[in-house]
């Protein structure tokens, strides 16, 4: 049985007895007509993972006595009984769907618990202890098929509750059980048409200036290094029985040992991203002590990770942790440690043909998130086809496909087969791959129609994706006061973007969005080099940072590696300039090499100048983006003349033969926006908004009341109340609200604050 999943999947949950397990409790479908039933399945209510627990719980309720029977009589005084389990406690089924075969006549079918199981740790319950009755579904056969879909269900009085219609649910899109093999999806490789980017970003020659970027990646080097390459080997040397030097940092249960490994592949994904545009020493030393670590640990077959091959199952490993760990030594073979990629081929030849695979889509904690390490090692220099058609075979989700194509929200926010969550975008990453190596279409269809879905219904006004698990985020629900904008959701958000931003380099919006995600979420979850925060929560006060190896840890260490990677774009005929970011790009162009330097002062100033160095005339394109979100057309001049005029939302492109010195200039139109919020946690009468500056997300600090009354008959009005605050860019007083003060959110550093105020009308 694969787990319950969201809330149009949950289990039935009875009330809770308190009297004993012997009390008595019953739920009973009506099919609308009496029918010849042939048997009845019994579906276990499969719930979330535990930590310190393998990949299902072993506790849930399910009953330990009972009895099913049918009746043309709704109060059950003659009956048929289908089979009877009272008389001796039923085996656990744990994971297991249970079927009953059986004979009887009967419009009614009732299945009475006299035997309850204990509560269970994922029931919050009024009173602690107790015990429980869970199920998630019951099917009743006649004809060969389950009658009972759609059926009303009734509950007894004493313990039922209003939750009986998930009885007789339909069944999730591709059925309830965990094993997935669809050898139809894998498409030949002599079949394949492979696309390459039309643009693509750099792997090195970015040299960053001073900056937020350059002091970001500088505090997240000091983050890396307060832990050394023997603590993060620790469960590699306990897997392979090899000694552990003294002195060692103690694990975490979650973080650290349930998902083995994962550790060392933040470090890696992080170190091998940052020493790709900046060398440090100690930083490469770590990184190949740590591939060296692993490496000692490898076992004849090329088994690798940190966990023992049976404990795939356990949490998060088989997806999670593979991930992690695959895709940091896939970083560090980009930053020049060639072992890194030689250990993950033969790791992968085992993997690829492994007996756990029919099971880990399903079985597997979230187990689609791992797709996106086979799909990333295909693009390498040790990739394989075999790395793209085994997710096709055991991965595909054709219903998901076809679902994000049509742009139907409910197989994102009411995913089937896990909880909903941020890690859903790896599965878009890994699905925009499967595009990239195949050429099939379908694949492309689904990945645009998830990104408005998305973008339209749950982004945060400033980039924050507000969904997250264990949470329901239905679509526009926009929540603020429950768990939202984790960090590590933005970073695959920000990931996806960048891979889009490539294949179609003069769509803008992509530029935007990874631009949005590194301001408003990656730099405002980065204090100091404490640790990193986790959710990008927009009012009351952040969180603080931790340093555990949470997965908003590995995932923002991993961003703010990457910063210079999403800066310019290199094409066969030019230059792409996304972001406004001081730095300088060496690069090959016509046989020659290039540089380009940026100054500027962005966000906190707008003028932007452009150097270009060349040893002789070059022709070339230089395309400059003009933002979503500039106020108007942007000038753009070259060596003082105006040299084009580009309208927001697209490229300017200077098309001409470039020479040494050549400058190009231009100011970005940013100003003020304000956006009303839309969500479910607004003030009824007090309208709530949020403002930017050009792509800043700013907050308001103040440690009273988050209401404001504007001068005018508009929200509008307020921006005329807004006056620079001298010595602190981008920081503003209020007039007549001397205790109040706006400041980009992500400089919000302790203060107590919100993103979205009430801005009353001043209407009489």
């Known amino acids: ?223 890396l290094l307060k832990e050394t390459a023997d603590d993060l080997l620790q469960m590699f040397r306990n897997r392979a029985g090899k000694p552990q030097p003294p002195n060692l940092r103690p694990l975490n249960d979650f973080w650290d040992k349930d998902l083995a490994g994962s550790g060392a592949g933040r470090f890696l994904m992080s170190a091998g991203n940052t020493l790709r545009w900046m060398e440090h020493p100690q930083l490469r030393a770590q990184m190949n002590a740590i591939v060296d670590g692993i490496a000692a640990c490898v076992e004849p077959d090329g088994y690798l990770m940190a966990y023992p091959r049976d404990t795939i199952f356990y949490s998060e490993r088989g997806a999670y942790t593979r991930s992690w760990v695959t895709q940091g030594l896939i970083e560090a073979g980009y930053a020049g440690n060639r072992k890194a990629f030689e250990i993950l081929r033969p790791y992968y030849d085992w993997y690829n043909s492994c007996e756990y695979l029919p099971r880990l889509l399903r079985g597997a904690g979230m187990g689609p998130q791992g797709m996106v390490a086979n799909t990333r090692l295909h693009f390498t220099p040790v990739g394989k086809p075999e790395d793209i058609q085994v997710i096709q075979r055991y991965f595909q989700e054709n219903y998901l496909l076809d679902g994000m194509a049509e742009r139907d929200p409910n197989v994102v926010w009411q995913y089937p087969y896990d909880r909903p969550h941020a890690y859903q975008l790896t599965f878009f990453e890994a699905y925009l791959d499967l595009y990239r190596a195949t050429g099939a279409t379908r694949y492309l269809d689904a990945i645009r129609g998830g990104w408005d879905m998305y973008h339209d219904h749950w982004e945060h006004l400033g980039g924050t994706i507000s969904i997250t698990e264990f949470e329901d985020h239905p679509p526009g629900s926009y929540r603020l006061l429950a768990g939202t904008g984790e960090l590590c959701g933005s970073v695959f958000w920000a990931r996806l973007n960048s891979r889009l931003m490539q294949l179609f380099p003069e769509e803008e919006k992509y530029a935007n969005e990874v631009e949005k995600s590194i301001y408003n979420v990656g730099l405002a979850n980065q204090l100091d080099d404490s640790g990193i925060i986790y959710h990008a929560r927009l009012t009351e006060h952040k969180e603080g940072p931790s340093h555990v190896n949470t997965c908003c840890e590995g995932q923002g260490s991993r961003l703010f590696g990457s910063l210079p990677e999403y800066i310019y774009s290199t094409a066969p005929d030019g230059l792409y300039v996304n972001l406004f970011v001081p730095s300088t790009i060496t690069w090959q162009q016509g046989g020659q090499s290039l540089a380009l330097k940026s100054e500027t002062q962005f966000p906190f100033a707008n003028d932007v100048a452009l150097t270009l160095t060349a040893p002789q005339p070059t022709a070339m394109k230089l395309r400059v983006r003009i933002p979503t979100w500039a106020a108007s057309p942007m000038e753009v001049k070259v060596n003082g003349t105006v040299a084009g005029t580009g309208a927001p939302g697209t490229y300017l492109t200077l098309d001409r033969t470039w020479k040494d010195g050549d400058a190009i200039s231009f100011t970005l139109p940013a100003e003020f926006r304000l956006s009303r919020y839309t969500g479910v946690d607004f003030v009824p009468n007090h309208p709530t908004y949020g403002l930017e500056y050009g792509p800043i997300l700013m907050a308001m600090t103040c440690e009273k009341d988050f209401r404001l009354t504007t001068p005018g008959p508009t929200a509008e009005a307020h921006l005329a109340q807004l006056k620079p605050k001298d010595g602190a860019p981008l920081h503003f007083t209020i007039d007549g609200n001397p205790d109040h003060e706006w400041m980009p959110y992500w400089q919000v550093h302790g203060q107590r604050f919100t993103c979205f105020p009430m801005i009353d009308t001043n209407v009489t």
């Not at 009972?148 to 069944?171: F, K, M, W």
């Not at 980017?197 to 500088?218: H, N, Q, R």
């Open 1 to 223: 049985m694969a787990y319950y999943t969201a809330s149009k999947y949950a289990p039935y949950v009875s009330q809770q007895s308190t009297t004993g397990a012997n009390a008595m409790t019953w739920v009973q479908i009506d099919l609308g007509q009496s029918r010849t039933i042939e048997g009845v399945t019994l579906y276990p209510a499969v719930h979330m993972v535990m930590p310190g627990k393998l990949g299902y719980s072993d506790q849930n309720n399910f009953p330990v006595r009972f009895k099913i029977e049918a009746s043309d009589d709704p109060q059950f005084k003659t009956s048929t009984t289908i089979t009877d389990q009272t008389g001796a406690d039923f085996p656990d089924p744990h994971i297991n769907i249970s079927h009953f075969p059986g004979t009887a006549q009967g419009r009614y079918v009732r299945l009475t618990v006299t035997k309850w199981n204990t509560s269970s740790p994922w029931v919050v319950l009024p009173t602690p202890g107790g015990y429980l009755f869970a199920l998630a579904k019951m099917d009743v056969l006649a004809g060969g098929k389950d009658v009972a879909e759609l059926c009303p269900v009734q509950t007894d009085p004493v313990y039922g509750n209003g939750t009986a219609s998930q009885i007789t649910r339909p069944p999730r899109p591709m059925g309830e059980a965990i094993h997935h093999d669809e050898p139809h999806n894998v498409i030949p490789v002599d079949q394949w048409k492979p696309v390459a980017y039309a643009a693509t970003s750099p792997l090195g020659g970015v040299t960053l200036a001073d900056g937020p970027f350059k002091t970001a990646m500088e505090t997240n080097i000091s983050y």
